[in-house]
């Protein structure tokens, strides 16, 4: 009976005849945090996947689990390296960036095993990503790869620091300027605000926005006290020495002490305001001729 005959007659069906009419399944949609665990070994490394998990996306964002702060750092160091080896596998497109849980992890203990090929697959993916595998075999070339790091980090376009020039993250929204600049730019409004406090404690917070674009009054607020306990220490210091200095400071700190506690224009400032909120025997070491 030849292969026609037996399909006629319901008996098996012909391998050959199985074959030609076998058509392969829809894909299923592979869960991207089951993929991502698969291949984390090829990723961070035998060690660090030892003590570290993916468990779960929330958004774009991919939570790790670790085994302790340490591990959550090496891994935050890492995190460029880490983002570009799985946004190279086909379902981690969509991970943004990555945030860590400390203690989920005991070393030794992994919920899945590994499928070496997706071992080697991933590996691959995070060495073209990266230049090298993780982790550094020594400080000189984890050293190397961080300088590699932040070279491509300078030329690689997105949001720039409008001071540095640096990038910044595009996630943060409307920055314009990075950490270290925008620090940098806040002391430097601050001290400007405390000198023009400073020199001219008279004037209202409106005639002060003049010379402050945008002046906050919680922020004139906050450099009145800082010069008012800066002043009151160095008037402390003029009681006990019992004399002031040789350039006279003392008492043009003493004025705006005053100007500043009272809120008084210069012109209602009297003796007796004076020696109320200084004290005589303060007031006579700063102006002498005037307390006798």
């Given at each position: 009976m030849n292969d026609d005959a037996r399909e006629r007659g319901g008996g098996l069906r012909p391998l050959r005849s199985a074959l030609d009419a076998w058509k392969p399944a829809r894909g299923r949609n592979i869960d991207p945090v089951h993929a991502i665990a698969n291949a984390w070994p090829g990723i961070v490394g035998r060690d660090v996947a030892a003590n570290s998990m993916p468990l779960e996306l929330s958004g774009p964002t991919l939570v790790i689990g670790t085994r302790s702060s340490a591990w959550s750092q090496q891994l935050?160091?890492?995190?460029?390296?880490?983002?570009?080896?799985i946004r190279a596998l086909p379902s981690g497109g969509t991970v943004e960036r990555l945030t860590f849980r400390t203690g989920l992890v005991q070393r030794g203990k992994r919920r899945d095993a590994v499928p070496m090929a997706s071992r080697k697959a991933a590996k691959g993916a995070a060495a073209r990503a990266a230049g090298s595998d993780f982790p550094a075999p020594d400080l000189a070339t984890a050293f190397e790869r961080l300088r590699a790091r932040m070279t491509a980090a300078t030329h690689a376009p997105g949001t720039r620091c409008t001071r540095c020039g640096a990038i910044v993250d595009a996630a943060a929204g409307a920055v314009t300027r990075c950490a270290p600049c925008a620090g940098e730019a806040e002391r430097d409004r601050q001290t400007l605000v405390e000198r023009i406090?400073?020199?001219?404690p008279w004037l209202t917070i409106e005639e002060m926005r003049e010379q402050i674009t945008d002046l906050r009054?919680?922020?004139f607020e906050r450099a009145r006290k800082r010069l008012l306990s800066r002043w009151w220490l160095v008037l402390e210091r003029t009681k006990l020495a019992g004399a002031v200095s040789a350039s006279g400071v003392e008492r043009h700190v003493?004025?705006?002490y005053v100007l500043l506690h009272?809120?008084?224009?210069?012109?209602r400032i009297t003796p007796a305001v004076v020696r109320n909120l200084l004290g005589p025997d303060l007031e006579k070491i700063l102006w002498p001729h005037a307390a006798s």
């Open positions: 935050q160091f890492l995190s460029l390296h880490v983002l570009a080896a406090v400073y020199m001219a009054n919680a922020e003493a004025s705006s009272t809120r008084l224009p210069p012109d």
